[in-house]
């Protein structure tokens, strides 16, 4: 019997009295009659990201290079942003530890959490979590109401994973309370977000 098992049937010989699990029958996730204005109110406020709503004839990098003006590397693979660095071609994940600006496309957003599903698109997902601020573009037809739409899109599709087998929710910007007792933004990944909104 290995540690572990070892451990397990000590918690299980030990337990006095056993509980089932409460039913889930009848319980309804959220929803909400405009999952837009939903997602983009909790972006902006719950989630403390920016949010810029794409215009018609718009680029993506003329908006990147307008938010972040003194951005000294973008690192990027999407067509359409002039980027110093791609995360594709990089031959160490280690080089975007420099990035200033990760640009990325983000396949699912959550109106009741502001998060948004970025299946890993490129070769090195750590842009992802290096970079100083990241820009996600989403389109607005690709919103739902709760985790629980996320979660059957991302089952139901093979296209979220495709070469990689890799994704992640991204909410707003990496922040944390709990070094003496002060806000800190970047404390696990990146330090700012803005969503991009197309469509």
């Not at 973008?74 to 994940?93: I, K, M, Q, R, Y």
């Not at 280690?94 to 299946?119: H, Q, R, S, T, Y």
């Not at 992802?128 to 820009?135: E, G, H, M, N, T």
């Amino acid at each position: 019997m290995s540690s572990k098992e070892a451990i397990l049937k000590r918690l299980r010989d030990n337990t006095r009295e056993a509980y089932d699990m409460p039913s889930l029958d009848g319980l309804r996730p959220i929803t909400f009659d405009d999952s837009v204005a939903e997602f983009i109110s909790k972006t902006t406020t719950t989630a403390g990201a920016k949010l810029i709503e794409m215009k018609d004839g718009e680029s993506l990098n003329d908006i990147v290079h307008r938010a972040y003006p003194d951005a000294k590397v973008v690192a990027s693979n999407l067509s359409g942003v002039e980027a110093d660095v791609n995360p594709d071609t990089v031959g160490d994940a280690k080089e975007l530890m420099g990035v200033d600006v990760g640009v990325l496309e983000g396949l699912i957003g959550v109106a009741e959490n502001a998060c948004i599903w970025i299946p890993q698109q490129m070769k090195e997902k750590a842009i992802c979590f290096a970079s100083q601020r990241l820009v996600v573009v989403l389109s607005r037809k690709d919103i739902v109401s709760n985790m629980h739409e996320a979660y059957e899109r991302i089952a139901s599709s093979k296209d979220y994973f495709q070469e990689y087998k890799f994704g992640t929710f991204i909410s707003g910007p990496s922040k944390t309370a709990d070094i003496e007792g002060a806000l800190v933004y970047g404390a696990q990944a990146a330090r700012a977000l803005t969503v991009v909104l197309k469509g």
